[in-house]
């Protein structure tokens, strides 16, 4: 029988991506592919564990497809991903609706797990994590002109609120003739803009090559001729080299846009978060690349109310987020994760105390914003065309300054022109909406 299986991706880009090869193992399985859940015979959730907020969303969504199974509009619920690699047993405990709970290391036996489930079978499989595959072909699930590239998988950096070295094991990278192979590939597939991720990507190579090689990574990826855009995500401060920002300053096809997750700037916080620096050294860091590159939007993300954040401390990371004035900004309340060793400090914050600080931080980063839309009026943007909003009635897409799904859109209209997408259009900014430029189509 010809089976349709859906797949419901929660969390990350590295999740997605997964989520993608776990797609094409079961299409050349035989299985047909469905994008609406309600419409596959097995729904597979690929769950996400990092933080409480993730992992409900996770529980939320099993729960509905529970309904839907209930209703016999699905016969088999399989959940794989970060949350089952974390609790493993008890997601079939907990959590009746699912036939199958199978970790990381199983991806590649997901159309025996399927089978088994519309066959009735309880499945619970949970080998070393390790067995993940790094690479393997892929279903695209992004629109066919941008992707994700990931390059390596874990992480060795052992931060004390997170998870993810419990969760993914430890660092380890792809060899860079494999990245390159599959970037070439997407490139060929008609991708233009390519999206490098890993838990830290700046560490890539370390383990393979004895030193880190991201910048000679991106040098080679600049070479394939049909990629326009390639964006550097998550790259740990430490480890931004002098050879890294030259890479980005100098190679064209390297937009101008660095993600560089601080999670806060006060040094002593940041030494019980088992990371380096403090505000006078991320401070130096961020105005080195700023100089050195040229009009380079700077991404980061907070974490308010680790335990033990003073009031000084929480006002010490306001003032610095003021004074960088960073393009991009996202600032979560700390999430107390068990099996972590931030989660045993004797002095944990109160909860709604960590949300009301992550909120004064946003409503800071709104304005900041804000003001970088206004500097944008009369300024031309390189956009990727990527729909034609019928609410707003004009077309949309995104500049070098907005990573897919996490930042904003760039909205225009084209004055008789007929945008396509997935190609670029040059934009002059007229006006903004929010956090949103506005412009025409020149």
């Known amino acids: 029988m010809n089976y349709k299986v859906g797949i419901v991706s929660l969390g990350c880009a590295k999740n ?16 047909t592919i469905v994008n609406d859940p309600a419409k ?11 933080i409480d907020s993730a992992k409900q969303e996770s529980i939320d969504e099993i729960i509905e497809l529970g309904k839907l199974k209930r209703e016999g509009v699905i016969k088999a619920i399989v959940v794989t991903g970060c949350l089952a690699e974390r609790y493993q ?31 009735g079978s309880k499945t619970e499989l949970f080998p070393d994590k390790l067995l993940l595959p790094l690479s393997g072909g892929r279903v695209q699930s992004t629109p066919p002109y941008t992707a994700y590239l990931k390059i390596s998988e874990g992480c060795d950096n052992r931060c004390t609120y997170c998870a993810i070295p ?3 094991g430890s660092f380890r990278s792809r060899p860079m003739e494999d990245v390159l192979r599959e970037a070439r590939e997407l490139a060929d597939k008609g991708v233009v803009e390519l999206n490098v991720i890993a838990q830290d990507t700046t560490r890539y190579g370390e383990d393979l090559y004895g030193e880190p090689k991201t910048a000679e990574l991106l040098k080679k990826l600049c070479e394939i001729e049909n990629l326009s855009w390639i964006r550097l995500l998550y790259c740990y401060p430490d480890r931004i080299t002098d050879e890294l920002i030259d890479v980005m300053a100098t190679e064209d096809k390297i937009v101008k846009y660095i993600d560089v997750p601080l999670q806060h700037c006060n040094g002593e916080i940041l030494h019980r978060m088992n990371r380096r620096g403090n505000r006078e050294s991320l401070t130096a860091l961020l105005n080195k690349i700023r100089a050195r590159i040229p ?47 931030a989660a045993e400090f004797p002095d944990q914050t109160d909860e709604e105390l960590r949300q009301k600080r992550a909120d004064i931080i946003m409503e800071q980063q709104q304005n900041i914003m804000a003001e970088y839309c206004e500097k944008l009026i009369g300024t031309k943007l390189t956009v990727l065309t990527e729909g034609w909003d019928r609410l707003a009635e004009c077309w949309f ?25 997935g190609e670029f259009a040059e934009v002059e900014v007229t006006d903004y909406m929010g956090i949103d430029p506005i412009g025409v189509m020149v």
Do not use: H
């Open 40 to 50: 596959a015979d097995a729904v597979i959730v690929n769950t996400c564990g990092f």
């Open 295 to 341: 009009n380079v939007v700077l991404r980061t993300t907070f974490i308010t109310g680790f335990p033990g954040e003073t009031e000084a401390q929480f006002e010490e990371l306001a003032e610095f987020a003021k004074e960088i004035r960073f393009e991009r900004l996202g600032c979560f309340p700390y999430s107390q994760e068990e099996d972590t060793k």
């Open 16 to 31: 997605q991506v997964d989520a993608e090869m776990l797609l094409y193992t079961l299409k050349e399985r035989g299985f």
């Open 89 to 119: 047993n008890e997601i079939t405990k907990q959590l009746y609706e699912v036939d199958a709970a199978v970790g990381i290391g199983a991806n590649e036996k997901i159309a025996d797990v399927v089978s088994d489930a519309l066959n």
């Open 397 to 421: 897409g995104r500049s070098a300054a907005d990573a897919p799904e996490v930042d904003g859109r760039v909205f225009f209209t084209a004055e008789g022109k007929t945008p396509v997408i």
């Open 166 to 168: 419990l969760i993914r």
